[in-house]
């Protein structure tokens, strides 16, 4: 029996509305789930981090780095390069004891390459421990934000804000891709998810590229007919273009190009539609796109219904959905799920269902693996990344 100095642990998350738009710079609505990546970890070594990983069945060691110190990463996928990239995003710009060293076993629920985070939950939880086993005093967002800068600087993977922060803040969490970044905290009380894993793997780095490119040339063709837009998709105020004051432009545009703006301007105002339900204000006078129809009267329903549409537009004008994900998806519906969309970058991954009840989840799972998926799971809305010190806990070889 050893002693266990720390535990630390960050959920997955589902993106539940505005899917491929935190890399356009605008917001993007996070649901927290209760499957969690957990990280128990005990006073070791000093200088060194000594890291397992339960699922991988793989084992890492690094160096501390000392302040302006960066670590070293080995490439190739390789597991520890995350926990490394946020070892240097959290203790490289701070005063830290470099004489502390860790041994740490990592056990996660959140399955790897679905669309749920995995690697986000793995981050956020390593820096939470971080955080706490060398009493830095970071809050929420600065685990977030420093969690994020591993993946996308030290690291060089093009990723949003969305699942790190949706990670470490937890909640239903609306969050803003331009500086200051604002968050924001919906009320995700009474909704119900249904989170099928697909068991079709993805890889983000495999699919956001090549959108971001498509997205670079609409606006480049945008430009060539003469609408004055900046010359990056992802400076481009897509919020405040109108689709009918710019339908001539669009219809100059070849049909990539004009489906991914188009994808574009109705995702954002289908998002500003469920941001005002999930706050209870009335969409009578917002702009609703067209094909989005709410009629329905209660949140729940109403909720589930922008679902739809957004999983509409993430298959007919994205072109991230598969027949597998599609049959999937439709037994989900005729098992009783309001609504239904696909939950990250598409192609398969994770799809997340809407339900009134969590009894409800149980007919949903056994039609979606009957349909393909590989497993799933039903949760409330749940919390962000926590930490705190155990007495004792025995760390396996």
Same mark, same amino acid.
């Given at each position: 029996m050893h002693k266990l100095n720390w535990m630390a642990s960050a959920p997955g998350r589902a993106d539940l509305f505005n899917t491929h738009q935190d890399y356009k710079g605008l917001p993007v609505i996070s649901a927290a789930l209760n499957l969690r990546t957990r990280i128990y970890a005990q006073e070791s070594d000093p200088s060194l981090i000594r890291v397992k990983s339960d699922s991988l069945a793989q084992e890492d060691e690094f160096r501390v780095p000392d302040v302006g110190e960066p670590v070293k990463l080995r490439g190739g996928n390789w597991f520890g390069d995350y926990l490394r990239a946020v070892t240097q995003a959290v203790l490289s710009p701070r005063f830290h004891s470099q004489s502390l060293g860790l041994r740490a076993e990592i056990r996660s629920e959140v399955p790897i390459s679905s669309g749920l985070a995995s690697s986000a939950a793995l981050e956020v939880a390593f820096a939470s421990l971080l955080n706490r086993a060398f009493s830095l005093g970071l809050n929420r967002r600065d685990i977030a934000e420093a969690s994020y800068k591993a993946e996308r600087e030290i690291m060089g993977i093009p990723c949003g804000r969305l699942d790190q922060y949706?990670?470490?803040?937890?909640?239903?969490? $609306?969050?803003?891709?331009?500086?200051? #970044? *604002?968050?924001?905290?919906?009320?995700? %009380?009474?909704?119900?998810?249904?989170? &099928? @894993?697909?068991?079709?793997?993805?890889?983000?780095?495999? &699919?956001? +590229?090549?959108?971001?490119?498509?997205?670079? *040339?609409?606006? =480049?063709?945008?430009?060539?007919?003469?609408?004055? &837009?900046?010359?990056? #998709?992802?400076?481009? $105020?897509? =919020?405040?273009? @109108?689709?009918?004051?710019?339908?001539?432009?669009?219809?100059?545009? @070849?049909? &990539?190009? %004009?489906? *991914?703006?188009?994808?574009?301007?109705?995702?954002?105002?289908?998002?500003?539609?469920?941001?005002?339900?999930?706050?209870?204000? +009335?969409?009578? =006078?917002?702009?609703?796109? +067209?094909?989005?129809?709410?009629?329905?009267e209660d949140k729940t329903a109403q909720i589930a219904e922008v679902m739809d549409y957004q999983h509409a537009l993430l298959r007919d004008y994205y072109d991230v959905s598969t027949p597998e994900v599609e049959r999937i998806r439709e037994a989900m519906k005729e098992a009783g799920c309001l609504g239904v969309k696909i939950s990250g970058s598409g192609m398969g991954g994770a799809i997340i269902g809407l339900i009134r009840r969590p009894e409800d989840g149980k007919a949903v799972i056994t039609e979606a693996l009957h349909a393909g998926a590989a497993r799933g799971w039903v949760s409330p809305v749940a919390g962000g990344e926590l930490s705190k010190g155990q007495r004792s806990w025995k760390l396996t070889a």
């Open positions: 949706g990670s470490a803040l937890g909640g239903l969490t $609306m969050i803003e891709n331009r500086p200051p #970044y *604002r968050t924001e905290v919906l009320s995700g %009380q009474g909704l119900f998810f249904v989170i &099928i @894993d697909s068991g079709i793997k993805h890889a983000t780095s495999s &699919i956001h +590229p090549v959108r971001q490119a498509e997205m670079q *040339r609409a606006v =480049e063709q945008l430009r060539e007919t003469g609408l004055s &837009i900046p010359n990056k #998709y992802d400076e481009v $105020m897509w =919020e405040g273009l @109108d689709e009918n004051s710019i339908s001539a432009h669009l219809n100059s545009l @070849d049909d &990539i190009s %004009q489906k *991914r703006v188009i994808f574009t301007l109705r995702m954002q105002r289908s998002t500003e539609v469920a941001i005002a339900v999930l706050k209870g204000k +009335p969409t009578s =006078e917002l702009k609703v796109p +067209p094909g989005l129809k709410l009629s329905h």
